[in-house]
């Protein structure tokens, strides 16, 4: 079975600094779809960023990019220039792509990022 | 377009009692799935679908029912509510080719006394 691990149960960073949050993961499969989820605290959970695992180019949103490293089975999340509204909750998560695999959304345990003005 | 809907957005329940938990969403997706949320934890999968008549178990599926008879709706079903499962409930979909990324709804919190 799939796993993904955030081993950073909490980050801070000053407004207009870069943080990065960490996710790895545990996999035999080749095929898969990684996801960062932004959680504020209205609880709606929202889609960052989507990294396809056949890309090798990292997927990047605006000021959120990350650092996918197959080999490594490592996904992190990277914050430029960061803003007060992006104090939140951030999960990773996995989802298998191959025919016939898991239909299965598996989450991290969350990192709370907590910016400071 | 309303997305993923989930009703109620509070519930408080008594030990033992019964109650469904509603879902629809209106995007025509193929999959959907139950999680919960507990501090520390993260999301968990309870029971999902990948479409009308067909369901099956998560990760934490023990004293929950699921239904799937048609395509826009997913109900989850607490048959006798218990402590445990006080938590805050998403409902969640998909279709199931690519881009695969989840609709989340706003989350139900519900609390057994």
């Known amino acids: 079975a799939q796993t993904v691990t955030q081993s950073q149960p909490e980050m801070s960073v000053q407004e207009a600094e870069t943080v990065t949050l960490s996710c790895t993961y545990d996999?035999?499969?080749?095929?898969?779809?990684l996801f960062w989820y932004k959680q504020p605290p209205s609880r709606q959970m929202i889609l960052v960023i989507r990294?396809?695992?056949?890309?090798?180019q990292n997927a990047t949103e605006n000021r959120f990019s990350v650092n996918f490293q197959k080999a490594a089975k490592s996904f992190s999340l990277k914050i430029s220039d960061s803003q007060l509204g992006d104090a939140a909750m951030y999960f990773c998560?996995?989802?298998?792509?191959?025919?016939?695999?898991?239909?299965?959304?598996?989450f991290g345990k969350g990192t709370k990022l907590t910016v400071n003005p | 377009n309303a997305g993923v809907t989930q009703t109620p957005k509070f519930q408080v329940l008594k030990t033992g009692q019964s109650m469904t938990l509603q879902c629809a969403q209106d995007?025509?997706?193929?999959?959907m799935s139950w999680y919960r949320q507990d501090p520390g934890m993260g999301l968990r999968l309870i029971h999902y679908?990948?479409?009308?008549?067909?369901?099956d178990q998560g990760e934490v599926p023990n004293g929950y029912n699921v239904s799937r008879s048609t395509t826009e709706d997913f109900p989850l079903r607490l048959l006798s509510a218990a402590p445990s499962q006080t938590s805050v409930y998403f409902c969640?979909?998909?279709?199931?080719?690519?881009?695969?990324?989840?609709?989340f709804g706003n989350g139900t919190r519900l609390t057994v006394t």
């Open positions: 995007m025509n997706h193929e999959y």
């Open positions: 679908s990948v479409g009308a008549g067909i369901t």
């Open positions: 990294q396809e695992a056949y890309k090798q």
């Open positions: 998560a996995y989802r298998s792509a191959s025919q016939g695999g898991s239909e299965k959304l598996v």
């Open positions: 969640a979909s998909s279709y199931r080719i690519v881009p695969r990324s989840l609709h």
């Open positions: 996999t035999s499969e080749s095929d898969y779809y």
